[in-house]
């Protein structure tokens, strides 16, 4: 068993920084790559950022430049900055991470989110 548990969530003011962290612990061979997304309140979840074991990172186009997100592999932890928060921020953040139990089997896993509230 996997478990994938995201933290640092909260309520801040319009151009303040929130720093969430989610740490994968369990039956890991391996954590390739790992992701944050966000799902505010009657929208689909999207994706934020992502990156690989190697640190390799992609960026939806709206974060880019304000979030940054990083990653510690002997810490099975991976980070997301978020910086210069807007309105149009506030969601539950959620990680994920592609994890090898074995070198023969990889199954996705989520955490179970994290709340960014962000006030005007």
């Known amino acids: 068993q996997v478990h994938l548990v995201e933290s640092g969530g909260g309520s801040v003011q319009a151009g303040e920084s929130l720093r969430l962290s989610c740490v994968a612990s369990?039956?890991?061979?391996?954590?390739?790559?790992m992701a944050w997304h966000r799902q505010a309140p009657g929208k689909q979840r999207d994706l934020v950022a992502t990156i690989t074991s190697g640190g390799i990172t992609t960026y939806a186009d709206s974060m880019e430049g304000r979030f940054v997100i990083s990653r510690d592999n002997a810490k099975n932890t991976v980070w997301l900055q978020m910086d210069s928060l807007k309105a149009e921020d506030p969601a539950v953040y959620y990680c994920n991470a592609h994890v090898q139990i074995n070198p023969n089997y990889e199954y996705i896993y989520w955490g179970q989110g994290t709340q960014v509230t962000v006030s005007s």
């Open positions: 369990g039956f890991i061979y391996k954590v390739k790559n």
